[in-house]
């Protein structure tokens, strides 16, 4: 992992600041010397690492050995990145949702909430639907991107338990406040990736047998999947 002292326009690097450091916590703020590590994408911040490590050498060996320990998650974190922001967007778009139908209730007309809701659509989507009908139109292909995006980030995974997280690492913060465990969010979504394609599971397999033309030996070899699963999913 590229360390570097300034944001710049591309790649994936860690900003590296060796100094005193400040953290916040429930009962107050304290400081001590230490290393804070920002993990960039361009000038995305994906997460923040701040470790208490006497000695500027220290800090600095410390702080390039964390970075080599968080780059196998990188792929993962730029997609959960993304997720996070069609998250955001999915909100506003389902509170402009929401009150460009109350005011189609209220006032039998189009209103601000409706032609809001017109930055957020494709071209198709315009083309075809306005008002609330927009909205939930919008919001279905922006749950749809979301699920897309955990499912990539599930791919590039590496095994937690060969490469942890720091229990330090954390979210970026917002207006001024601490962010979450990037563990904890990571391993909430990366379950989620999970349990969304667990419940392909079935389908898939009767459509590999049913209408590709595979063999339930085949099934069998490549997924592990017991022959008595796959006999209950395919009838004779």
């Known amino acids: 992992m590229d360390i570097a002292t300034a944001p710049r326009d591309k790649g994936a690097y860690i900003i590296r600041t060796v100094g005193t450091q400040k953290w916040t916590e429930d009962t107050g703020t304290w400081q001590a010397h230490g290393v804070r590590l920002d993990l960039m994408d361009g000038y995305k911040r994906l997460a923040i690492c701040k470790l208490e490590v006497p000695g500027t050498q220290n800090a600095e060996e410390r702080g390039a050995l964390e970075a080599t320990r968080i780059e196998p998650w990188v792929r993962t974190l730029r997609h959960l990145a993304a997720v996070r922001d069609l998250r955001a967007t999915l909100a506003d778009v389902e509170d402009m949702t929401w009150r460009a139908a109350d005011d189609a209730a209220t006032f039998g007309g189009p209103s601000d ?10 071209q198709d989507e315009a083309d075809t639907t306005q008002g609330a009908p927009l909205g939930r139109v ?4 922006l749950r749809r991107q979301i699920g897309e995006g955990l499912r990539r980030a599930l791919a590039f995974a590496p095994d ?17 406040m601490p ?6 969010v990571v391993a909430r979504d990366l379950l989620a990736a999970w349990a969304d394609v667990r419940n392909l599971r079935d389908p898939l ?6 209408s590709a033309g595979l063999t339930r030996t085949e099934v069998q070899q490549t997924t592990s999947v017991s022959r008595s699963t796959i006999n209950r999913l395919l009838p004779a």
């Open 113 to 122: 909430a409706a032609d809001e809701l017109l930055a957020y659509a494709t």
């Open 138 to 141: 919008i919001a279905d292909r």
């Open 160 to 176: 937690p338990a060969g490469d942890p997280i720091h229990p330090a690492w954390e979210l970026p913060g917002l207006a001024g």
């Open 179 to 184: 962010g979450g465990s990037l563990a904890q």
């Open 205 to 210: 397999i009767t459509w590999a047998v049913q």
